[in-house]
């Protein structure tokens, strides 16, 4: 996931006219053609490292698609609920893919089919997620996720509706979009974290394991 961010930073730093998170879309990034974009906000697209951004979406699709697949008892439940998630979650990252495969000015259908998978697929599931992550994942975590998809879903239907808040339309776009992308970056972090504290506290204890035999023996032969 941190790719899609540091690909993101690079790509709109290409561009010889600002790139602006309120003012464009996320999208404006993969587009193929220099051009005046009229609609939903008139704004001037010119991206230079385009094939660079759309490898990183299909490279983010690829990915949330694998680990929706592979976490399996690791990070969920048994049970519907998890199936529905997981199933959403892997539907968002096939948003992905098919936006990168399809910027918005060459295939605008099949982009914007895969926006609609990565802002209401991928939200739904985060609310349902909340519900089928497994039972070791702690309460507030499982909660917190559940209301990061309310927000996202709220903030899809406010871009759509051409409600910014201020934002701007790239901000609003950004409110529907990132949480998924943060969540499943937290989830991946902190599963590296719970791995690595629990190989290291592995190790101590068969170093134990091991010198315990010499060390009883002392004991019961004092010199």
Known sequence: MLQFFVIHGIAESAWARPYSWARNNISDLGNAHCALQAEPEPRYIC???HGLMNVSFVALGVLLVVGAALTGGVLWRRGPAAVMARLLLAGAGVGFV???LAPADVNENQHVLGA??????GNIGLVV???GLAEHIPTPVRWSTSL???AAI???GLFLSHHYLGLGMGGMERVAAFPL???ALAIGVRGVIRQTVRMHGAMP???RSRACPGQDSSLRHPL
């Open 47 to 49: 991206s230079p490292e």
């Open 98 to 100: 098919l936006a990168g």
């Open 116 to 121: 609609l998978l990565i802002m209401a697929a």
């Open 129 to 131: 997620a909340g519900f």
């Open 148 to 150: 990061l998809g309310v």
């Open 154 to 156: 709220t903030a899809f």
């Open 181 to 183: 992308l943060f969540w």
């Open 205 to 207: 204890t068969e170093r």
